[in-house]
């Protein structure tokens, strides 16, 4: 049997022709000597066109010294292995090469020709490029994103954390990396874990509303997003979550449904007020006619009169609730905001009792706006008579006027403000104060907390009425036991009765030193935290009094140059907090923040030598300014010399 034909090897040409790397040989010298299809291809030469030619013809002018490097150490018979270079091709293109580069010996030794083979890696470098920009552009995202971003593993733990996570929540990446977050409140870990098991299955989950906990202890409203991270294979390894910070947004909507249930009862009071002075009409009408007719009936007559008076009785709750309505007829005219505050004592005086201090601060010259004179003593008398109230065992009241200037800036943060000049007419009390849903409630016909009988609920609802509609804003503070500061705006004006346009806002001053800021809501921690790095200050920051004590004495009270903290706070209020530090280190400046009036404060300890008071809300160039007062020694002037407040109060918050 024949033995079967081994198969004939290809030869060298066959096997260059085939080839899918570009393939030349030259001399010792860089004289081509051959090349085959694909370097044709490649450098777009014809094998005739290249041949005879010298190496440098495909060399770009920038590339001949590394040219000459590699011709001569191949001439020594070194070989290079994967040089990445460039090369140009008969048209001009620059083309990315991966060159292979061995030098052929002759029988005797010495080496004869050159061999190189050239991988066009244009495609692989461009691609390698895009993968890099890919992923550049990702990190500047998620840098630059205010979303916080965080990435665990199956097992939940944290192989991730993005640097708006670290400012939201507070904890740096390095001590949460690997462990569980800490920002998940016990009260929805379950609820956190379903979230996690959803996205295992590979669903995207968008805008759960949720909330988080901050280092300092303090609860984020949050909106959770979140999807699966998956490997190259397209296995989920873990979960991607996304959170935004809505805690402002919140509380925008929280005063938007405020605001819509008071007008929404201001319409349906109004309507009820209307019908039934129809109705006490028709009363007295028939009251009147009782009488005549009466003739020398006294008991008749005594039956009309008990009529006609309760319809009176009637006619004036019904007034009141035009007046919450905002429909009655208001006669307004320009007054002296401070002149009307003095003239009320008075009127005042008799009705509040002995046992109640009476205080007016009324701003050195005039403060105008256009009110009807009457609604105004209404307002006046019906905030003493409630603060009076609230101080049965005896107070002090306060009656306070100044102006403030609302920016745009502020303004976009609190739900129907418009920015402007204001008068502020402060009513402070060292009462029993309010809980969270009493303050909720406040302004609503008929709801009251006074025993019945004691009153018609409609005092608050009647002022809330008549500031609104001589175009003001009704805002308090409170907290039990704290006593209860109202603060109310009229747009100011001039005396001729112009609405007065805002100044320029000044520049901000920077400063230097150390402030150690001490503030319990998170938000409004963070925006003085930033002002007061903008302004050139090392900040050192706390979410209560207890932390700063810690964070003062690591830091240590000698490099302390300012304390500025609230003054209502959990755990120990800034007012103890500041006599604690004290203690330690006598002469420490400390500027106190409050909604409530200075009066107020002063209780706990605001008025000390060396303090200084700022209400809030305060504008930045307040805030610079106080603190360059007290870092220059400007803050040991009494108490009686400061202003109340260089802002009046925010919104209904009952902090601070």
């Known amino acids: ?238 979960v991607v979550e996304m959170l935004a910070d809505v805690s402002q947004h919140r509380a925008l909507e929280e005063q938007l449904l405020h605001a819509q249930k008071i007008e929404g009862i201001g319409r349906l009071a109004g309507g009820v007020a209307h019908d039934f002075n129809n109705v006490l009409t028709a009363v007295f009408g028939h009251a009147e006619l009782l009488l005549v007719d009466a003739g020398e009936d006294e008991d008749v007559a005594s039956h009309a009169r008990s009529i006609r008076d309760a319809a009176q009785r009637g006619a004036g709750l019904t007034a009141q609730l035009l007046a919450f309505s905002r429909r009655q007829v208001l006669q307004p005219r320009l007054l002296d905001l401070g002149e009307e505050v003095r003239a009320s004592r008075t009127l005042l005086e008799p009705l509040i009792g002995a046992s109640i201090e009476f205080r007016i601060n009324a701003r050195d010259g005039a403060v105008h706006v256009r009110a009807d004179p009457t609604q105004l003593q209404q307002v006046i008398l019906n905030l003493a008579v409630n603060a009076r109230d609230a101080m049965p065992d005896g107070g002090r009241l306060t009656l306070e006027t100044d102006t403030v200037e609302f920016t745009e800036a502020y303004a976009a943060d609190h739900f129907d403000l418009q920015p402007g000049t204001y008068a502020v007419l402060v009513v402070a009390d060292t009462g029993i104060g309010m809980d ?131 003054v209502v706070m959990p755990r120990i209020s800034g007012a103890e907090l500041g006599k604690e530090l004290r203690g330690e280190r006598p002469d420490l400046p400390i500027l106190f923040l409050s909604g409530y009036a200075e009066e107020m404060v002063g209780r706990g300890g605001a008025a000390a030598p060396g303090t200084a008071f700022l209400g809030k809300p305060f504008t930045p160039e307040a805030l610079a300014r106080k603190i360059r007062e007290l870092l220059a020694g400007g803050a040991t002037a009494t108490a009686n010399q400061r202003r109340a407040s260089d802002a009046p109060g925010e919104a209904d918050r009952g902090t601070g």
């Open 1 to 238: 049997m024949a033995r079967p034909r081994r198969p004939r090897p290809p030869d060298a040409a066959a096997v260059l022709a085939s080839a899918r790397d570009a393939i030349l040989t030259e001399t010792v010298d860089g004289i081509v000597t051959s090349c085959n299809p694909s370097a044709e291809r490649l450098y777009g030469y014809a094998a005739e066109e290249l041949v005879g030619r010298h190496i440098s013809t495909l060399v770009p002018d920038d590339r001949r010294d590394e040219l000459d490097e590699i011709l001569s150490r191949a001439s020594r018979g070194e070989p290079l292995d994967l040089v990445d270079t460039e090369r140009v091709a008969k048209d001009g293109r620059r083309v990315l090469v991966s060159l292979a580069i061995s030098p052929v010996l002759g029988e005797d030794g010495p080496v004869v020709a050159i061999s190189t083979i050239a991988r066009d890696i244009t495609a692989r470098v461009a691609a390698e490029e895009a993968r890099h920009w890919t992923a550049d552009s990702l990190r500047a995202v998620v840098e630059a994103s205010p979303i916080a971003i965080e990435i665990l593993d199956l097992d939940g733990r944290v192989q991730f954390w993005s640097p708006a996570a670290e400012a939201m929540l507070g904890w740096t990446a390095a001590e949460v990396m690997g462990a569980f977050p800490p920002t998940v409140p016990p009260d929805e870990e379950d609820a956190h874990r379903r979230f996690r098991e959803q996205i295992e299955t590979g669903t995207i989950v968008t805008g759960l509303a949720s909330s988080r906990l901050r280092k300092d202890g303090t609860r984020l409203g949050v909106l959770a997003y979140g999807g699966p991270r998956r490997d190259a294979s397209g296995r989920i390894v873990g």
């Open 436 to 566: 969270r849903e009493t303050r909720q409630n406040i302004f609503e016909p008929f709801f009251t907390t006074k025993p019945s009988g004691k009153g018609t609920g409609l005092g608050l609802a009647t002022t809330y009425g008549i500031v609104r509609q001589s175009g003001g804003y009704i805002w308090l503070y409170s907290e039990p036991g704290l006593g209860t500061t109202f603060k109310i705006y009229f747009p100011l004006v001039t005396a001729e009765g112009q609405a007065v346009v805002p100044q320029a806002r000044p520049e901000l001053t920077a400063g230097s030193g150390t402030i150690l800021l001490v503030e319990d809501e998170s938000e409004v921690r963070d925006i003085e935290r930033r002002l007061l790095e903008r302004l050139g200050y090392r900040v050192l920051t706390a979410g209560d009094g207890l932390d700063a004590l810690s964070t003062a004495r690591a830091e240590g009270l000698e490099r302390l140059d300012v304390l500025v903290t609230d």
